[in-house]
Antibody
Framework: QVQNVQSGAEVKKPGASLRVSCEASGYELTSYAMHWVRQAPGERLEWMGCISGDDGNTKYSQKFQDRVIMTRDTSANTAYMELSSLRSEDTAVYYC??????????????????WGPGTLVTVS | QSVLTQPPSASGTPGQRVTISCSGSSSNIGRKNVYWYQQLPGTAPKLLIYRSNERPSGVPDRFSGSKSGTSASLAISGLRSEDEADYFCVVWDDSLSGPVFGGGTKLSV
């Protein structure tokens, strides 16, 4: 079935870098885009950015622009999110979510389906 | 502070109908489709409504969405205990060039 399979929980030291993977299962990543959204404990969801599956075009939230890099490996049908210079405030669950409304003509959308199960990242 | 405004909480008794609002602006709800998601405690969000008023297969017809001007609403009829969750709206914002999230509404049944 269509699902996103994310990498496991991580514990990182302040100043370190993080890489989370999101494997597209049951669909071709090249036909969609992938978004990354995080949720700190007790906080609202926060959009980090997205990457198109076909040409790798990225769009980042201004908040993370200097610290985040999103890539994809079409042969592995997997998207990646790297976040550098980690601090305690980056402790959160990181989700990937397929953009069902994406097209090369219209661009990205807010139609997220499905979401991955989330990856818990603890910075301490 | 969220670009989209939702009430922080809502409540109802089993069988009742509740409505959750989502207020935005001309750069988001005023020109783009609204998406609603349900997040049960400790789980990932799940798509509930797409393109403002369409339901994915598998979502009960007790859930419905609407949009008017720069506001949108999610209605849940025939409330059930399993509807207890956080509900949030998401819209693409042309000014910010990215999706914006509502703060979420915690529904108690």
């Amino acid at each position: 079935q269509v699902q996103n399979v994310q990498s496991g929980a991580e514990v990182k030291k302040p100043g370190a870098s993080l890489r989370v993977s999101c494997e597209a299962s049951g669909y071709e990543l090249t036909s969609y885009a992938m978004h990354w959204v995080r949720q700190a404990p007790g906080e609202r969801l926060e959009w980090m950015g997205c990457i198109s599956g076909d040409d790798g075009n990225t769009k980042y939230s201004q908040k993370f622009q200097d610290r985040v890099i999103m890539t994809r490996d079409t042969s592995a049908n997997t998207a990646y999110m790297e976040l550098s210079s980690l601090r305690s405030e980056d402790t959160a669950v990181y989700y990937c979510a397929r953009d069902r409304g994406y097209s090369s003509s219209w661009g990205f959308s807010a139609w997220f389906d499905p979401w991955g199960p989330g990856t818990l990242v603890t910075v301490s | 502070q969220s670009v989209l405004t939702q009430p922080p909480s809502a409540s109802g008794t089993p069988g009742q109908r509740v409505t959750i609002s989502c207020s935005g602006s001309s750069s988001n709800i005023g020109r783009k489709n609204v998406y609603w998601y349900q997040q049960l405690p400790g789980t990932a969000p799940k798509l509930l409504i797409y393109r403002s008023n369409e339901r994915p297969s598998g979502v009960p017809d007790r859930f419905s969405g609407s949009k008017s001007g720069t506001s949108a609403s999610l209605a849940i009829s025939g409330l059930r205990s399993e509807d207890e969750a956080d509900y949030f709206c998401v819209v693409w914002d042309d000014s910010l060039s990215g999706p914006v999230f509502g703060g979420g509404t915690k529904l108690s049944v």
